[in-house]
């Protein structure tokens, strides 16, 4: 067993944690604010709150694998933190796509989710990700009981290859970068199907 | 054909005499002092007449140099920009052959002296959605097309972008099927709109926007300007160009800029202009459509987009 952490050497993991969370958006603001987001700075803002996003959605689904085999469980409570910033990036992604790029032309973006394949399958991956950012306080684990949040939460197994496949979507040409996504998300939904095996073979009949 | 009046058509007159002359004789100098090559660079100045030109504000050349699609480079629009500095294009010759009559190899600085060139700002819509204005130098394609007498087959023209992966980092990966090709029907490419840029804001066209030599047709979406040409080639049948190859729904042959006819993926009907905040309506033709609808007269164009 790893030694346990002093509180403040926790309280200080935590702020890192936290920090390198918010460190890109703060990047990306500086950037906006020095006018250095280059010729098209609305699309620039746009696709990195997207990219930052699907990566902290899969920064997520990186923890439960790595508390294991690294043999550190207290991980695990990164994990609201991190899905919680990757909910504000997707967030400020919508917002930014329909305040700066549609300005707020609601008919236009309706006719984008019915229309357009790559806005539907990204606005349905938002919506699912709705209940499971309100229901992400102690409170709801409890008012929810555990099981049931956690099937709740497994709706994140949707979300991200949804996130993927709307990346996917967009692209013009060269579908390698949304494709590692892919694979990288692929990968850890293998470990998850390994663990599970592994375990019921361990857990006599 | 002529281009008849021109509303959005600002200053028909040549260049100050004093500009000209003054590179005139920077050339000159240059030259004399065995340093000619040195005028073939890029930042080189050229000489040219002011040609049929928007009123509209040129974008910045900061943003028209480092904002480009040109996928022989990379895939991102910096990529351009920053990867394109291992690219010779000089010494360069193009091969204007099929059917013509007195086919012809030429080296671009032949090119350069042999045309007269004008300077003429024209608005560029990337079928993307956004947009730019930019001050291109360059001669009308038709006059080169006439030096080599195209016959009665010339139907359409093919426009070869270069090979060349020890140069371009991204002909190292099948993004689209090298070498790029673009075409247009001959009328199209007789337009006197139709325009063969070799500079941009005065200067020698830049790496990262097609130097040495790229096609510029201002009312089809920018994909159709071929960059870096080394072949036009006079054929009877539509050339396979490259987008059109890779999604043939998404990238018709025509590729008219259409406000009325959306990208499967995306709305056509407004664009951003680089700089500016709201999007602004998309212009049938680009805006170009008093001088060009004519060529499309019957023909239904939500078909051949
Ligand atoms: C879980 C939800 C979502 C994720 C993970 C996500 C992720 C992404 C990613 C990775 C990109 C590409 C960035 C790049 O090219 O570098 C992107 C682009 C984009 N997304 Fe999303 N997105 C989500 C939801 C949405 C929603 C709800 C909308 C709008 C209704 C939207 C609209 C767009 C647009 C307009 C682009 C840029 C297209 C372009 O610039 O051509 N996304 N998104």
């Known amino acids: 067993m790893s030694k346990r952490l002093s509180k ?92 700066i790029d549609l300005f707020f032309d609601f008919g236009q973006l309706w006719k984008d989710i019915l229309k357009r394949p790559f806005i539907t399958l990204g606005m349905l991956a938002f919506v699912l990700l709705i209940p499971l950012a309100v229901t992400s306080t102690n409170g709801w684990v409890i008012r929810m009981g555990r099981a049931a949040w956690q099937r709740l939460h497994w709706l994140i197994y949707l979300i991200v290859p949804l996130g993927v496949a709307h990346y996917y979507l967009l692209v013009k040409a060269d ?13 850890l939904m293998g470990w998850r199907v390994w663990e599970l095996r592994k375990r019921a073979q361990q857990t006599p009949a | 054909m002529l281009i008849r009046h021109a509303p959005d058509l600002t200053d028909n007159d040549v260049t100050d005499p004093g500009v000209y002359l003054q590179r005139r004789t920077l050339m000159a100098g240059l030259a004399g002092l065995g340093l000619a090559g040195f005028a073939g660079q890029a930042n080189a100045a050229l ?32 990529d351009p920009a920053e990867k394109s500095d291992r690219f010779k294009p000089r010494p360069w010759t193009v091969r204007i052959d099929g059917a013509c009559e007195a086919p012809r190899t030429v080296g671009i600085e032949d090119l350069i002296a042999g045309n007269k ?8 819509r990337c079928v993307e959605g956004w947009s730019m204005v930019i001050p291109w130098v360059g001669f009308p394609l038709k006059d ?99 987008w059109n190859k890779l999604a043939p729904r998404e990238y018709g042959f025509y590729a008219n800029v259409n406000p009325a006819v959306d990208h499967p993926r995306w709305s056509q009907a407004t664009e951003r202009r680089l700089g500016e905040f709201r999007r602004r309506e998309t212009l049938p033709f680009n805006g170009y459509g008093e001088w060009v609808a004519d060529l499309y007269r019957g023909m239904d164009l939500k078909r051949f987009y």
Not at chain 1, 37 to 48: S, W
Not at chain 1, 66 to 94: D, E, M, N
Not at chain 2, 219 to 237: A, D, M, N, Q
């Open chain 2, 47 to 78: 000489t040219y007449t002011k040609g049929f030109s928007t009123t509209e504000k040129p974008t910045p050349r900061k943003d028209v140099t480092t904002y480009n699609n040109f996928y022989e480079f990379g895939v991102d629009k910096g």
């Open chain 1, 175 to 187: 579908h390698r970068p949304p494709l590692v996504y892919g694979a990288v998300f692929l990968a």
């Open chain 2, 144 to 242: 080169l097309l006439a030096s080599v007498k195209p016959t009665s087959k010339a139907k359409y023209v093919a426009f070869e972008t270069v090979r060349r992966p020890s140069e371009m980092p991204g002909q190292g990966w099948n993004t689209l099927d090298w070498p790029y090709v673009e075409g247009l029907r001959i009328d199209e490419a007789m337009h006197p709109l139709t325009l063969m840029a070799v500079g941009l804001y005065g200067d020698v066209l830049p790496n990262q926007n097609g130097a040495p030599l790229r096609l510029v047709v201002p009312w089809k979406y920018g994909f159709k300007g071929g960059k870096s040409i080394v072949r036009i080639t006079l054929t009877e049948k539509p050339p396979a160009t490259a």
């Open chain 1, 8 to 99: 403040t050497q926790d309280n200080a993991v935590y702020a890192g944690v936290w920090l390198a969370c918010f460190a890109p958006l703060a990047w990306l603001a500086w950037r906006g604010f020095s006018g250095d987001l280059g010729a098209n700075p609305i699309e620039t803002l746009i696709r990195q709150l997207g990219v930052w996003g699907l990566r902290l959605l899969l920064v997520g689904l990186v923890i439960t694998p790595a508390a294991r085999i690294l043999r550190k469980p207290r991980l695990v409570r990164f994990r609201r933190t991190i899905g919680l910033f990757a909910f504000a990036y997707v967030t400020l992604h919508l917002f930014s796509y329909i305040g």
């Open chain 2, 117 to 124: 060139l004008e300077e003429r700002i024209y608005r560029m």
